[in-house]
């Protein structure tokens, strides 16, 4: 027979749950319409994309080279602190005058780059930025050696009075080869500092995990990955996300409401692809490359964030390396001198929120406090996903607060930085 | 420890594949472009929506109701049908005579709409449009009927020659009541045949198979997605599609390649949902409305097109009461008649291919063959996808030659139909 009883598939009654075909569907309506934005942008732009204007962001005056001196400058910090902890390990200072030569270190650290950018007007944003990213991550990577070395000797001390003997011999590692597994204070020495200081991690540890060899092939693949996702990037930001800016400080100035809301959705996109890139230039591509050039074994650089059901989880995986260090260095140190839990998490969101301001304030000269609210926002954020939404729902908060909150961030801070430069001199042209 | 040995998840090594929310992120970003571009449409025109202007398409003068009298006159061919039948069922008519009465009503049925459209300015495309499209559902279920009856008196003759008894008795139905099975020729009364023509079915059966009561909440729900539905199609073609259709002319007129691709794609994304919408609204609410109203009983008015993975798939599933009528009343037929399958199945193609083109080219009266080629196309289109494509590849190239195929063959007929009328008066004005 021709007809049978039965009933529609997209009647609940059918039970019918195969769509499959949906998932290949959105994909392709995002590739042609990304594809139409695209067109539109070339007919109505031209091309943008210049690389040689990337050089004048980081420089000047070609012939001063402010931010790569800081960098060098560095070192001195490095040397210091290695040198602190050589004097403490032969017992010539005591451990309150080590602990002050550490603090004073690593608080000239963090201020002196601050200083220079602020003073010195030749520093470019762009260069300031890089610059203070390193002094950062080396903050973060000395406390990690002030601490670990601080609980071998207190380890030691334990050893010692409980067995009588110390198992820490400096002789040891000496006799045994390079593959044999260091104890401290064997550690303490200029080959072992640097491999810390390049290696892709801010955790300090005596004997790092190692890969048996490097791999050419697996080397090759990810320095291809670096040049080519460095080249999208310059030429996406400059073909579409300036555009877009350029647009949207017409209406930021008047306070339009309608068409802010407009450039904002119509920047969170390309913002978006970029940050989606920049994550995997730098955590999957650049991380994997130095790992595999120092035979670093752990690439754990970050987890299944993606599929993170609160705001929590995104921020306990998608960058491993930050994570690792505030559980080990701030936050079970907090919990150990009896703070609750939540106090605790809350201190670590205050923390990041600060190096969040520090690394856009400071090269921007400007201090606004969007990037240290919109960190703070994230305590709120988190508690309202966890408690109200669950599964695919959470997820898609935790996509929808990514791709919204950043670009607010970002047009944020581009006003303000378009008011202060720009504003006042198109004032002042009509007089 | 705080480091151990393992790879990037990333990693072609670490065999890691839970990506379900990428499918989330695909999602989000999808709703987010389509509110940037409702949101910059209200800006650019305001709003466009205007129930009123639905009418004016039409009824050009709202005391003449061509369309519908043609709707009406459609009765008179349905009539001449199923008096065909009875008299054939009688044995009044040979069976050569009422092959010919039913030749000639069909194709007066046919032909007789079309000419009152070409001849009558009054008629408007729109109602146009709706008129043929019954015009041609009631030819193919007629033609349907014709079909049944012939076989019913086939199956009757070859049983009387081999039991030499009619199992097809007019008096049994009389005598057991409705619900019982109905058997030639006791289906040729005017109940049964208006229960077929109002039927969301072409494939006429003595005996449909029967839902047992009308469910009210079913119905109230269909019934109020159909409004929905309605207000929303008319609502997103006033304001999303006739304006990209407007700017579209100019660089139409100027065959200006890249604008027309970038134009062309931008029109893409209304039309597919406006697609979408019109499949859901016409195939799931509308019919099953109907279906619940006449008890019904085969829902089965589409199939999981969306999974399909080769363009012959496609065809057979998204539109299954077209789909069963070829199977039924043309395909199998002509495999009967010794055609082999590729051979049947073009020609289905080209029957639905002039089908599609009586439909567009007679209510716009222009002729340009446009749809004819599109459905033509379908041709090498399915045997290139079912031979290099497989799996989701093979559904992406489906979901994008519906998605791109469409919105090229509107472009062309209405840049064509816009040339034929407006164009000629631009021209003529400056004179």
Known sequence: SCHKNQDSLLSSASGYSKYRGILNWCVVMLVLSNARLFLENLLKYGILVDPIQVISLFLNDPYSW???????????????????ERQLSKGSFSERVGCLIHCVNMAVLITFPAAVVLLLPSVTPVGAASALSIYTILFLKLYSYKDVNLWC????????????????????????????????????????????VFAPTLCYELNFPRSPNIRMSFLLRRLCEMLFFTQLLVALTQQWMVPIIRSSMKPLEDMDMSRMAERLLRLAVPNHLLWL?????????????????????????????????????????????????????????????????????????????FFHEYLVS??????????????????????????????????????????????????????????????????ASPH
Not at 156 to 171: A, E, G, Y
Request: some cysteine.
């Open 66 to 84: 402010p931010a790569a001196c800081l960098v060098i400058v560095a070192n001195v910090f490095v040397l210091v602190a290695l040198y602190t």
């Open 153 to 196: 000797r207190e380890l030691s001390t334990i050893k010692v009075k409980k067995l009588s003997r110390s198992l820490s011999c400096p002789s040891q590692q000496h006799f045994s080869g390079g593959d044999c597994k260091v104890s401290y204070p064997g550690n303490l020495t200029l080959r072992d500092m640097y491999y810390f």
């Open 277 to 353: 890139m920049f994550f995997y230039w730098f955590f999957h591509s650049s991380m994997n490359f130095t790992a595999e050039l120092l035979r670093f074994g752990d690439r754990q650089f970050y987890n299944d964030w993606w599929n993170s059901e609160t705001v929590t989880y995104f921020w306990q995986n998608w960058n491993i390396p930050v994570h690792k260090w505030c559980l080990r260095h701030f936050y079970k140190p907090l919990l150990r001198r009896g703070f609750s839990k939540i106090v605790s998490q809350s201190a670590v969101f205050f923390l990041s929120a």
């Open 362 to 427: 400071v090269p921007l000269r400007m201090f606004r406090l969007w990037a240290f609210m919109g960190m703070i926002a994230q305590i709120p954020l988190a508690w309202f996903v966890g408690r109200f939404l669950r599964g695919n729902y959470g997820n898609a908060a935790v996509w929808i607060s990514i791709i919204i909150g950043q670009p607010f961030a970002v047009l944020m801070y581009v006003h303000d930085y378009y008011v202060l430069h720009y504003s006042s001199h198109s004032q």
